[in-house]
């Protein structure tokens, strides 16, 4: 069963959460139409760490 996870917010206007199918939503707190769900995610801190692959 997945629940719901949530990143840390830059302000609180944006969102995000991970449906039962493990895509992520990032969606728009002021506008209802404004969303993105993707199958596929970058964890940045990581690339960060690590570097780009190349």
Known sequence: ????????ETGDRYGTFETA?????????DD??????SDYTIDFEEVRATGPAG
């Open 1 to 8: 069963m997945s629940g719901t996870r949530t990143r840390p």
């Open 21 to 29: 199918d493990g895509d992520v939503v990032l969606y728009d707190r």
């Open 32 to 37: 209802g139409n404004a969303w993105i769900q």
